[in-house]
């Protein structure tokens, strides 16, 4: 299993749930909906979660590597 995989899964499931909890005050047709909504728009909320994580971490620190530039080898 792959981290897309993964990702689709866990979003699915905590949409899914979220979902579920929040329209179950308003009646059992909103928490059926909130579960098909969560399942079909959890993993879309996940994966530009961990893209907004990556833009965050990631970039800036290719950024600094590409200023720093490359290192002399050192010698014995």
């Not at 009646?27 to 996940?46: H, Q």
């Not at 530009?48 to 800036?60: D, G, N």
């Amino acid at each position: 299993m792959t981290l897309i995989e993964l990702t689709v899964l866990l979003g699915a499931f905590l949409g899914g749930v979220t979902g579920a909890v929040w329209g179950f005050g308003s009646g059992l047709g909103w928490a059926a909906a909130g579960l098909v909504g969560g399942i079909v728009l959890g993993p879309i909320a996940l994966a530009l979660l961990f893209a907004l994580m990556l833009l965050i971490v990631e970039v800036p620190l290719a950024l600094l590597r590409g200023l720093w530039g490359r290192r002399p080898p050192e010698r014995p």
